[in-house]
């Protein structure tokens, strides 16, 4: 049961992430979306998994995955954000401030 | 001793990874281990002793415990912000400083930033990082340094520095 209800709310917060994706208007902001919405659901999902097999083989894989998974999504949200700003990637109309452009020329 | 330190944690991350505890399997692990810890070793923990004292591991729960929290206020900040008709988004990049010295300690700050609601480190330069937040919520630089970093600076500090 408790498997269940945590899958459902992973794929929830998964279907959040990719609406996110579609209606926020420029990249850094659809990458907020994209990181914290499919991490999380994608961790809901694995414990899901550990609830549903137990803590055997695959239920300590899914329970390792997790704090990899949260590294390496940081980081490449890093990445990408940053990434994009080098490349010139313009930020939405409705930016308020941008004390980054004080050192990107 | 720090080569010592990453063996320890490779293997017991193999052994984790592939969940069978047969004799082949576990001399596989200690060679692949050696291995990443020769290339790897001397990029981590400088001060292996850090790691035995449970002042650290105390605030290191605690540390965890807010940032799980911090996760999941996210999660639905970002769910309200996407769901909402009218989008109530105020996006930009902010300048804050941080008070931590080693990279490791910045590095863990820069991810507990990105997984807390509605922010993404964008660079670190010096001791500013550069934040992009979605919802910017006060125009003066010392009121939302204290809400880009919350709580997590202090943690940090307490047991990584």
Known sequence: ?105 | MRYVTVFILSMIFWLLITFRFTVSNIVAGAAVAAITSAIFGRYYFHNVGKFLQPRRWFWFLVYLVTFIWACIKANFDVAYRVLHPGMPIRPGIVKVKTTLRSDFARTLLANSITMTPGTITVDIIGDEMYIHWIYIRSEDPAVYSRMVTGRFEEYIKKFAE
């Open chain 1, 1 to 105: 049961m408790a498997a269940v209800i945590l899958i459902s709310v992973g794929v929830l917060f998964n279907l959040f992430g990719c609406l996110g994706l579609l209606r926020l208007p420029d990249m850094y902001n659809r990458l907020q979306a994209a990181t914290k919405c499919v991490t999380l659901g994608c961790c809901s999902i694995l414990l899901g998994v550990m609830f549903h097999y137990g803590l055997g083989s695959a239920g300590f894989r899914a329970l390792v995955a997790i704090p990899v998974l949260f590294f390496t999504a940081t980081v490449a949200a890093h990445a990408l954000v940053r990434g994009a700003y080098h490349f010139g990637t313009k930020m939405d109309k409705r930016s308020v401030k941008d004390d980054y452009s004080e050192i990107v020329k």
